[in-house]
């Protein structure tokens, strides 16, 4: 059983602080949906108002359709998984599996059958009777998804259960949770700062920025086509050139900057002779010159495995970055010297400045 | 030890440890020692001190057994601490929750304040507040009968008077230790617990109770120690009826003149004391080491 989830024009202010302010989208039942933004965004408090620990200042929280005003955490149809996963340190894994089901009165002897059906789930059989502290991270990990969906809820929140994990481990755990989102089609509402975290798992993606939503969109479109320059700036790496709008047609404009007109994709509204800031990834750049040529001195070149990310300057100081695949390194031009770049005009985001 | 040696060197260390070791010696081991030997001993006169009489034998513990008076204020001591310090954690659990979770810090630190000031002032004083309260023409019978609660005056004095004083003069015994082990508790296992559906009670019991075991074990062993060998409350809180078993000590030693039959009744207490405290530590799982932390 999954629910979607509604906000609709939310909005918290902690005294006169604004954390949060008019976020409205929607998650579909069944729905892998993160919520991306830096740290201090608002993201937790948005989870926080889903799960019901807090009461919106503005507007309305609808689970499964149903307005979710005065309801506590307890009464609402959504499971949270904590940062710190808050594991009860002195219950028996099964225990603690079963905590939800003992607070709704289900005996003890179905509530071991439950907790050892659900650990069956995470693939930790047998480990029951051991106590949280005897696990492992990436364990705990489980075992905290599994309390969780013990008590069958419709939503399941996750507040960056894997910010404590090492890289191996959070990468695996990535793949797991989403294995066992399509397993248990349950609606997921993830919350993280890591945008890899987030496009690598996602259905779709919201991405918060100083308590405003900037975008909701699937990771690919977030990508290929951000809707502000917060967005194109935070998801992924982008080289930045500001400019101003000289022609427009086609879906495409020209930006006048300093280092000479360059082409790109229209991106929302836009006008000639607008303030506009043109965006391309990184590996978009390739070595040598063409319609699109960026100029710029090479600093340093950091060897990454699958490629070389290369580290410059263009004339005015901004940083550019280009990946060029380690099957070319032969074109990749040599630290200290003055190299070219070139892109497709396709490849390139116009955004109107903020 | 060795950390000690390491780092205030071989003289100082020394002078430390004999220190501790003359007092642990002289101030501890000697007196219970000599209440021991006195407790074994009959009263004699000095004149046969020394004498073939002065053996040591157990009549004077034996003496207590068998007197009925004693015996049931003996026992009456015994549970009336119990009693304390359950009424004690009653008052001071939900008081250390709130402190250690609810709290913000503006508030936490009056809390303290309110709390711990009334310790600044000596004990006699303390309970001698509380005389004039509970006294009978005092300002808690007018109060009571000025509200139309009560129609004449109660004598409060007696066993309520000395389980309020007792409750009142240990709080901060209780307060601390279990406000220490509840501040240890991550708050998000309260949200947890309270998200998965647990109504309050379920969580302080199966979630908080058990975090905070050792605090609360410790703050009931020290308002049990102190409750049974407090002598203030009763002396000014009691009434004829409501006689605490330090008293009946005092009066060996004091008025009997019976010191030997006092070292006893002393090391009696004592000793049910310390199996008390054992025993509740052993219920709890708690170890000796926990409570001295």
């Not at chain 1, 905590?99 to 069956?120: H, I, Q």
């Not at chain 2, 390491?6 to 642990?24: D, H, K, N, Q």
């Not at chain 2, 020692?33 to 040591?56: F, H, Q, S, T």
């Not at chain 2, 034998?57 to 009693?83: P, Q």
Request: net charge neutral; aromatic share 8%.
């Amino acid at each position: 059983m999954s629910h979607s989830v509604e906000l609709d024009g939310i909005g918290m202010s902690f005294g006169a602080t604004r954390a949060v302010s008019d976020v409205s989208f929607t998650v579909q039942p069944g729905e892998f949906f993160s919520i991306l933004g830096p740290s201090g965004c608002g993201k937790t408090t948005i989870l926080r108002m889903i799960a019901g620990f807090l009461e919106p200042t503005e507007g309305r929280v609808l689970i499964g359709n149903r307005d979710m005003r005065g309801l506590g955490p307890n009464q609402r149809p959504t499971a949270m998984i904590f940062q710190s996963l808050a594991l009860f340190p002195l219950m028996p894994v099964w225990e603690n599996i079963a905590f939800g089901l003992e607070a709704r009165g289900v005996g003890r002897a179905e509530r071991r059958k439950r907790a050892d059906e659900l650990l069956r789930l995470i693939a930790l059989e047998g480990y029951g009777d051991r106590m949280p502290g005897e696990l492992s991270g990436g364990q705990r990990q489980r075992v905290a998804i599994a309390r969780a969906l013990a008590v069958e809820p419709g939503v399941l929140l996750l507040d960056e259960p894997l910010s404590a994990l090492d890289l191996k481990l959070r990468q695996h755990m990535r793949a797991e949770l989403r294995a066992l989102q399509k397993r248990t089609g349950v609606t997921f509402i993830y919350i993280t700062h890591d945008q890899s975290e987030a496009l690598a798992m996602s259905d779709r993606v919201a991405v918060m920025s100083a308590g405003l939503l900037q975008q909701v969109a699937t990771p690919r479109e977030l990508y290929d086509n951000p809707a502000t320059p917060f967005v194109a700036r935070f998801v992924g790496e982008t080289n930045a050139v500001a400019g101003r709008i000289s022609a427009i047609g086609d879906g495409m404009a020209r930006v006048d900057t300093a280092l000479g007109p360059l082409h790109g994709r229209a991106q929302g509204a836009v006008a000639i002779g607008q303030a506009a800031t043109l965006y391309v990834r990184p590996e978009a750049l390739v070595p040598g010159v063409g319609a699109n040529t960026l100029r710029a001195r090479v600093d340093r070149m950091d060897f990454e495995g699958a490629f070389a990310l290369v580290h410059g300057q263009f004339p005015d100081g901004a940083a550019l970055t280009a990946a060029v695949p380690s099957t070319r390194l032969g074109d990749a031009p040599a630290p200290g010297t003055d190299a070219s770049f070139f892109f497709a005009p396709e490849h390139a985001v116009v955004l109107a400045d903020a | 030890m060795r950390d000690l040696y390491a780092r205030f060197g071989g003289g100082l260390a020394t002078v430390f440890l004999s220190l501790v070791l003359i007092w642990l010696a002289a101030m501890v081991l000697a007196p219970n020692l000599m209440m021991i030997d006195y407790a074994l001993r009959p009263n004699l006169p000095p004149a046969e001190l020394g004498g073939p009489r002065d053996v040591w034998s157990l009549d004077n513990v034996l003496y207590l057994a068998n007197e009925g008076v004693h015996r049931a204020i003996f026992l009456k001591t015994i549970w009336a601490s119990a009693l304390v310090a359950a009424l004690t954690l009653v008052v001071c659990y939900p008081i250390a929750f709130w402190m250690a979770q609810r709290a913000t810090p503006g508030q936490l630190s009056i809390a303290l304040m309110l709390v711990i000031i009334p310790f600044f002032i000596n004990e006699v004083l303390r309970t001698l507040a509380w005389f004039i309260l509970l006294a009978y023409r005092g300002p808690l019978n007018a109060v009571l009968q000025g509200i139309g609660l009560i129609d004449a005056p109660i004598r409060w004095q007696g066993d309520g008077g000395v389980l309020a004083g007792m409750v009142y003069a240990y709080i901060l015994f209780m307060l601390l230790p279990i406000y220490n082990a509840i501040e240890s508790l991550d708050k998000s296992q309260l949200e947890a617990a309270r998200d998965l559906g647990s109504p309050t009670w379920r969580t302080h019991w199966r979630v908080v109770i058990p975090h905070a075991k050792a605090g609360i074990a410790t703050g009931c062993v020290f308002t049990f120690m102190l409750a049974a060998g407090s002598y203030v409350a009763p002396a000014l809180l009691g009434s004829p009826g409501s006689r605490w078993f330090t008293e009946i000590i005092y009066n060996w030693f004091f008025e009997g003149g019976d010191w030997n039959r006092g070292a006893a009744y002393a090391l009696t207490l004592l000793v049910l004391c310390l199996a008390v405290v054992l025993v509740t530590l052993r219920v709890f799982r708690v170890n000796l080491t926990d409570v001295a932390k």
